[in-house]
């Protein structure tokens, strides 16, 4: 496959985004369509522009560590302008509440040629990070026609990823060739980029930006905050179903209910549950309605006798998962039971929780931790899945000696495992020497 052919699945895939462009329009989402389409707002050329791209919210957290190391650092963003794009709403949501006095807040174009070369034009960006996975042809080809260096952060490739690029691996070998630097999170990562092509001498194992994150100072009074208006306290021990995808609160529910039948003399736990999509937060309360178990939403729970008598709650605002993992005995990983989505394990783990993870989590660097989690074995049906996960909550709450040799071996893999950042930092000073020196 080359440039033409794939530009041409591109335009196919045009007629099916229709829809969605008019449905988004008539919701009031002019703005992020219109991004995607190139049309950005111009910056003042006064200083050379740092891009950086996270797909949504757990990129954009990641990034946190290198944004305020780079303010500090020779040629920071004191010396340039920031740009920070997402794709989606909840991470536009994210950097506009962390980044937004720091950095322009973006929606990152469609990868069509004329929609990347319109948004080149209007940011005339100087240096170009990309976090994680995105890999986008036309994007990575017309900053390298502009000399624009891109180097690809805490980069890594699913095994599900690998396996299609290497279908195409002369086609990826074209592409990988326009990242200056491929700085990988694992040895892993690393031979799987070089495997489908990528220059060697380009791709260096940095590590995970996740494992330098730190809470931010103000977060233990947000999570008090949240702790006495959901009526969360010790003598409840809490658990919380992080960034779940559709299938899996059923799951859980069963799993919860499982649970108080088999450990009727435990302290009477109570489910928070965070869906990660903010538009199936209707779709969770129709799901727990229908269950009947006493429930209460995060942005209605106004009724104090209503919020006490809750077993399980709704979180349908966005930002505050963070802040509720702090309260939580134990976390369970969503897009891990039904989905292979590998979402951010290091949130809880940093915070204290104890953390399980589904039979599909999908994350190449999970050797490197997994003393630090509790894994579920594959099962045949989801009832045996639900078992599988209430047994595993129950042992958590119950043995206090558990608890601890979990949050003992994430505290040492942490210890060890800091620096991601400055690493990144020392391959990135020269370029951004380079990109000033180019004004």
């Not at 004329?114 to 042809?137: G, M, Q, Y």
């Not at 043995?399 to 060890?416: G, P």
């Amino acid at each position: 496959m080359g440039y033409a052919l794939y530009n041409l699945l591109l335009l196919l895939a045009t007629a099916f985004l229709v829809p969605y462009l008019i449905a988004a329009i008539a919701r009031g989402g002019h703005r992020g369509w219109r991004e995607r389409l190139g049309s950005l707002p111009p910056l003042p050329r006064e200083k050379p522009v740092l891009w950086i791209h996270g797909v949504s919210v757990g990129e954009i957290l990641a990034a946190e560590p290198l944004i305020e190391a780079l303010a500090t650092s020779a040629g920071g963003p004191s010396a340039f302008q920031l740009v920070l794009s997402t794709v989606t709403e909840t991470g536009q949501q994210i950097a506009r509440h962390r980044y937004g006095t720091k950095a322009r807040i973006v929606y990152f174009p469609f990868d069509w040629p004329f929609s990347v070369a319109r948004a080149l034009k209007r940011l005339h960006p100087s240096l170009v990070l990309i976090l994680e996975t995105e890999i986008w042809p036309n994007f990575l080809r017309q900053c390298a026609r502009r000399n624009v260096p891109v180097l690809l952060v805490s980069g890594r490739l699913s095994n599900r990823s690998f396996r299609r690029y290497r279908w195409i691996r002369p086609f990826m070998r074209r592409v990988l060739e326009n990242f200056r630097l491929l700085l990988m999170q694992s040895e892993e990562d690393a031979r799987r980029m070089r495997e489908l092509g990528a220059p060697g001498e380009r791709v260096y194992v940095v590590g995970n930006l996740k494992w330098d994150a730190r809470p931010p100072a103000d977060e233990a009074a947000k999570a008090e905050e949240l702790a006495r208006s959901l009526g969360l306290s010790a003598e409840h021990p809490l658990i919380v179903a992080g960034s779940t995808a559709s299938g899996e609160e059923a799951l859980i529910l069963r799993a919860f209910e499982i649970l108080k039948a088999e450990h009727a003399h435990l302290r009477p736990a109570r489910l928070l549950i965070a869906p990660r999509r903010p538009e199936r937060f209707d779709e969770v309360e129709d799901l727990l309605r229908a269950s009947r178990v006493p429930f209460v939403r995060r942005t209605r729970a106004t009724d104090r006798k209503e919020v006490e008598r809750a077993e399980v709650i709704l979180l349908d605002t966005i930002g505050e998962l963070a802040a509720v993992y702090r309260l939580a005995y134990v976390a369970v990983i969503g897009g891990s039971l039904q989905a292979s989505l590998a979402h951010n394990v290091i949130e809880p783990l940093v915070r204290g929780a104890c953390v399980i993870v589904g039979p599909r989590y999908n994350d190449p660097n999970f050797p490197a931790y997994e003393a630090c989690v509790w894994r579920l074995p594959a099962q045949a049906h989801p009832e045996a899945l639900a078992r599988a996960l209430a047994h595993a909550l129950g042992r958590l709450l119950l043995e206090e000696d558990l608890r601890a040799r979990f949050r003992e071996a994430a505290r040492q893999f942490l210890a060890q495992h800091r620096g991601t950042t400055e690493r990144v930092l020392a391959h990135l000073q020269p370029i951004l020497v380079e990109a000033m020196m180019k004004r």
